[in-house]
Structure formats: C-alpha cells, structure tokens
C-alpha cells in the first residue's frame, strides 16, 4: 500500500510532467475562439483538452485532461 510520502511524490511528479512544455509555440485557439465557444457550452458539455507539446504527452499520448462545465451561476439557478 503506497504512503502519504510516495503518494505525494507521485503527485509533484505528475503535476511536473503536466506543465512542462517541450517546444514553446503560440496556443492553437485563440482567446476569441475560446469566447465564441463559451457562450455556446450548456451544463453538463464535457470538454477534452490536448496538451500539445508538454511532457505528458510522451507518457499519455492517446489521453488529456477533461473538464464538465457545470455552467454559470445563473445557468444553476435556472436549472435548480
């Protein structure tokens, strides 16, 4: 059974390896194509994201982080 020390070690790892970047490069979507798509998401949209150029990518090729937009605080009440 892993201990508090080893899980956190694997943690830090795997944080590390999640935000280092190989190549640096401009983002492939822009903040005005994130805007567009924003007001398009409803609560519950699952979103993938692919982390070109990072670490993580040479371990989890085929995999990346996801998100559940849960929606706005409007959106929730509306939805109660």
């Given at each position: 059974m892993p201990t508090r020390r080893s899980t956190r070690l694997q943690s830090l790892v795997a944080e590390w390896i999640g935000d280092v970047r190989i190549v640096e490069r401009p983002p492939f979507i822009s903040q005005a194509q994130i805007a567009d798509v924003r007001h398009r998401l409803k609560p519950g949209d699952i979103l993938l994201e692919r982390r070109s150029w990072y670490a993580s990518n040479a371990f989890l090729p085929a995999?990346?982080?996801?998100?559940?937009?849960?929606?706005?605080f409007e959106d929730l009440e509306r939805l109660a």
């Amino acid at each position: 059974m892993p201990t508090r020390r080893s899980t956190r070690l694997q943690s830090l790892v795997a944080e590390w390896i999640g935000d280092v970047r190989i190549v640096e490069r401009p983002p492939f979507i822009s903040q005005a194509q994130i805007a567009d798509v924003r007001h398009r998401l409803k609560p519950g949209d699952i979103l993938l994201e692919r982390r070109s150029w990072y670490a993580s990518n040479a371990f989890l090729p085929a995999s990346g982080p996801r998100r559940l937009y849960v929606g706005t605080f409007e959106d929730l009440e509306r939805l109660a």
